[in-house]
């Protein structure tokens, strides 16, 4: 049994107002459409409750492989200002990992410069925060087509 301790820090500026880059956090669809991890994954939400006190229930992995549980805890909600929510990260029964999630807005002249910061703890060798960066990269990648997309459409 080990556990490795990680820090995730990503920084990125999206070419969108703070409201709308809150609401890619705060709205079930628009996270189902950027946290989808790819066609050969399945993804689904068990529950959504964007509230502090609230969490999110959801469940994902690759189509015939593990299953992973991941649930959120709101701790604090200020829109288009900060989240913090608690996490943890389950692989059938075992924990993966556990931690906090503090997500900050601010306006900049081409948009919104948001911050994401991930600490937590990796257990037993089955995640590890290498892991967590590249699937937050992926996912903050992924969030920016789904901005562009919404003001194309708005």
Known sequence: ???????????RTFAAPAAAVFSA???????EAWGDPGPDWQMR?????????????CRFGPRGGPVYLNENRYLQILPEKRIVYASLLREGDALTFAGTVVVT?????????????????YFDGRDRAEDHLA????????????????????
Do not use: C, N
């Open 1 to 11: 049994m080990s556990i490795e301790y990680g820090t995730v820090d990503i920084t």
């Open 25 to 31: 956090w705060s709205q079930q669809a628009a996270q």
């Open 45 to 57: 939400f068990e529950r959504f409750r964007f509230t502090v006190g609230e969490s999110d229930l």
């Open 105 to 121: 807005f601010e306006a900049v002249p081409d948009g919104t410069r948001m911050r994401l910061v991930e600490q937590g703890a």
């Open 135 to 154: 699937g937050w990269q992926a996912m903050l990648k992924a969030m920016d087509h789904y901005l562009r997309q919404q003001a194309r459409a708005a």
